[in-house]
C-alpha cells in the first residue's frame, strides 16, 4: 500500500520567503507527526496530531512555526519568514490507531534550503 | 528534560565484522523504545519496538536487547555488509508528552 509521502522533495528559498511542506499520511493512521533534522543534530521534534485532539505544538521553535491537518489527514507544515537555521531536512510520520507508542511510519522528507 | 544518548556517533567496519551501538534513556516511567534505521534517501523504517525488560528482539542479522531498569537498550549487527550502512536512530517514548524523544543516532558504514 501507499507509504507517507511528502512534498515538495527539495526546496530553495531566499530568506524571508513563506514556505509549505506538505506531507500525506497513511490512510487510516490517526496520528501524525513532524519532526527536523538540522545538519550534525538528532531528530527534533516539532508538532503531533492525534484524531480531533487539539495538536501538541510544544515543539515547535519559534511563532513563525505553524501547521494544521485538514480532514484528519493531510498535513501543512507552514514557515513564514524563513531564516537560515530554519535548513533543515523535515520529517513527517504517521502512526495507526490503537496503542500510543506504535512504530511511526515515515515520509522520505522535505530538504529545506534557506540562502 | 528527557535525554536520550546514542554511541558511538559514528563507526566504521569492514564487511563480515559484528558490531554493536548503545542507547541510553531515562530509567523512570518507562513505555516503549524504538529502533529505526535511516538509509540516505530513503525514509527512517521501523526495526524494533521494545516494551518489556529483558526483551530481545531479532530481525535477520540484527538484534536488538533491553534494560529498562538501568535504562539502556544494545543494538548488534552479526556479519555486517555493506548494505547495513544507515543511521540507526533510537527513540523513547514519553508517555506524558505522547512522543518519540531520538537520540542523535549512530551512523554505521560498511565498507566492502
Known amino acids: ?115 | 528534560i528527557l535525554n536520550v544518548e546514542q554511541s558511538p556517533q559514528s563507526l566504521h567496519v569492514q564487511e563480515g565484522d559484528s558490531t554493536n551501538f548503545t542507547c541510553s534513556f531515562p530509567s523512570s516511567n518507562f513505555y516503549a523504545l524504538h529502533w529505526y534505521r535511516w538509509e540516505t534517501a530513503k525514509s527512517p523504517e521501523a526495526l524494533f519496538v521494545m516494551t518489556l525488560n529483558g526483551d530481545e528482539k531479532k530481525k535477520g542479522r540484527i538484534s536488538a536487547t533491553l534494560n529498562t531498569k538501568e535504562g539502556y537498550s544494545y543494538l548488534y549487527i552479526k556479519g555486517s555488509q555493506p548494505e547495513d550502512s544507515a543511521t540507526y536512530l533510537c527513540a523513547f517514548y514519553d508517555n506524558q508528552g505522547g512522543k518519540l524523544i531520538f537520540g542523535q543516532g549512530t551512523e554505521l558504514s560498511v565498507k566492502p
Open chain 1, 1 to 115: 500500500g501507499a507509504g507517507v509521502s511528502q512534498s515538495p522533495s527539495n526546496k530553495v528559498t531566499e530568506k524571508g520567503k513563506d514556505v509549505e511542506l506538505r506531507c500525506d499520511p497513511i490512510s487510516g493512521h490517526t496520528a501524525l507527526y513532524w519532526y527536523r533534522q538540522s545538519l550534525g543534530q538528532g531528530l527534533e521534534f516539532l508538532i503531533y496530531f492525534q484524531g480531533n485532539s487539539a495538536p501538541d505544538k510544544s515543539g515547535l521553535p519559534s511563532d513563525r512555526f505553524s501547521a494544521e491537518r485538514t480532514g484528519g489527514s493531510v498535513s501543512t507544515l507552514t514557515i513564514q519568514r524563513t531564516q537560515q537555521e530554519d535548513s533543515a531536512v523535515y520529517l513527517c510520520a504517521s502512526s495507526p490507531p490503537g496503542l500510543a507508542y506504535n512504530e511511526q511510519f515515515f515520509g522520505p522528507g522535505t530538504r529545506l534550503t534557506v540562502l
